[in-house]
């Protein structure tokens, strides 16, 4: 049964009033997975990731200075977007170990798939630069902590989050025993992620034009990401879940509906038990719309869960 993973500590990153990645995501996605058909699921937190598990993704120069930069109180602005309060490095250090404990599980054999519920978001994160709401890159050292403590060789990250995850791009782009795989709106935040990226081959880009509803994002989906897995054979899969491609997302502009994310992750499902003994871990990314939010990460649930 897929096991959940979240904290009370991760709705006490505070961004500034109005930002679109605020408390209430979190809110308005565990009251969505408090339905009944969701009790089933084992709840677990976990503890924050280690220096060294943190330190295999972002060099100790970039862990120095944001360290040394936490407020004590109040709010300090590291770019236009991404804001850093007293509480906001401890729950993106617990985010990360979130996502190793997800992993640790699945690979164990506890469980078949887990969703991280957490924030801050990670994929924008790149190795020495936060950015785009993102502290720390959450799938990388869940992917870096399977490499190194599980033994495992080929980890594939997909990304169907509205935006580009150039961070997970920038930290993987010359390292084929990652695949890495986005659909994201292009042109859109942060301007990287087009086709011809592609790292050592192991970076597929997909962008797709505002509007693009279900009906047009399915086959291509299936065609590029799904059939690249096919080809790559991951061990395990990880997914950058955002949930912002949704057509109310007031970010994005894409046409997808709870129905195409139950769609998606019937799609890595599939491959993960054909190639990864159906190991999948999925951490939450974006989704500003409270209400699609939920929605959308409830529907994600239920598929992963079967229920
Ligand atoms: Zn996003």
Redesign the pocket.
């Known amino acids: 049964m897929t096991l959940i993973y979240t904290d009370p500590l991760f709705a006490r990153h505070q961004m500034p009033p109005r930002h679109p990645e605020q408390s209430a995501r979190m809110a308005a996605v565990l009251d969505a997975l408090a339905a009944s058909r969701f009790d089933g699921l084992e709840r677990r937190t976990a503890t924050p990731a280690s220096y060294e598990a943190i330190a295999r993704v972002h060099p100790s120069s970039y862990l120095d200075r944001i360290t040394s930069c936490i407020p004590e109180t109040g709010m300090i602005a590291l770019d236009p977007d991404t804001h850093m309060g007293p509480e906001s490095w401890d729950a993106a250090r617990l985010a990360s170990g979130a996502a190793i404990a997800a992993v640790d599980a699945v690979v164990g054999l506890e469980a078949p798939n887990a969703f991280v519920v957490a924030r801050p978001?990670g994929?924008?994160a790149e190795r020495t630069t936060a950015m785009?709401f993102c502290l720390i890159n959450h799938v990388a050292v869940a992917a870096r902590h399977a490499q190194a403590v599980h033994g495992l060789g080929r980890i594939a990250i997909v990304d169907f989050?509205?935006?580009h995850g150039n961070g997970t791009q920038d930290i993987f782009y010359d390292d084929p025993s990652v695949f890495y795989g986005s659909t994201?709106q292009s042109p859109l935040?942060p301007g990287t992620g087009a086709a011809g990226e592609r790292g050592a081959g192991n970076i597929l880009n997909v962008p797709v034009d505002a509007g693009t509803d279900g009906a047009a994002y399915r086959p291509r989906f299936r065609d590029t990401i799904v059939a690249a897995l096919e080809d790559f054979r991951p061990e395990l899969i990880i997914l950058s879940a955002?949930f912002?491609?949704h057509a109310d997302d007031p970010?994005?502009g894409m046409g997808l509906v709870e129905d195409d994310y139950v769609w998606i992750t019937h799609q890595m499902m599939d491959v993960a038990a054909q190639t990864a003994h159906g190991r999948l871990v999925s951490v939450l990314?974006?989704?500003?719309d409270l209400s699609a939010l939920g929605r959308s990460a409830a529907a994600h649930v239920g598929a992963l869960a079967g229920v």
């Open positions: 978001p994929h924008h785009g989050d509205v935006h994201h935040y955002g912002d491609a970010l994005g990314e974006g989704g500003y």
